[in-house]
């Protein structure tokens, strides 16, 4: 199941154009289905510049199927001037960015919080300035 929400805590111009999208269970070409209608619902929602995180953290299986809906959310955000960041702790998700390489276009984040800061699990730190995920 997913779930399109709207960032709390945040300046209010910023607010307006940051949504989350949680997933939760296993996710895979029976799955997908929810995923995709919040990740589309989530960037319709919204016209002009878009930050979307994606959070898997509560998703217990994923397959390659979750690339397709994340691409085009990629594409679609990258195209008004926003990024795409996903939350993850899983080994599953790991794997397929990993697989398909991927990694770099979705760096792994701890939590929403260090999604919307650009501060990856990896290396603790915020991303370059210059770059956007």
Do not use: K
Request: overall charge negative; proline content about 7%.
């Amino acid at each position: 199941m997913c779930e399109p929400l709207t960032a709390q805590g945040e300046a209010p111009g910023l607010l307006e154009e940051c949504r989350i999208v949680h997933a939760h269970g296993e996710l895979d070409a029976q799955t997908v289905e929810p995923l995709t209608r919040a990740l589309a619902e989530a960037r319709a929602a919204r016209p002009g510049r878009l930050l979307l995180i994606v959070d898997l953290s509560e998703v217990t299986f994923a397959d390659c199927s979750i690339l397709t809906p994340l691409c085009q959310a990629w594409s679609d955000c990258h195209a008004r001037g926003g990024w795409v960041r996903v939350v993850r702790d899983n080994h599953t998700a790991d794997v397929v960015f990993r697989c398909t390489g991927l990694l770099h276009r979705f760096p792994a984040y701890a939590n929403a919080q260090d999604a919307w800061e650009g501060r990856t699990a990896h290396t603790g730190a915020p991303e370059p300035p210059g770059r956007r995920s």
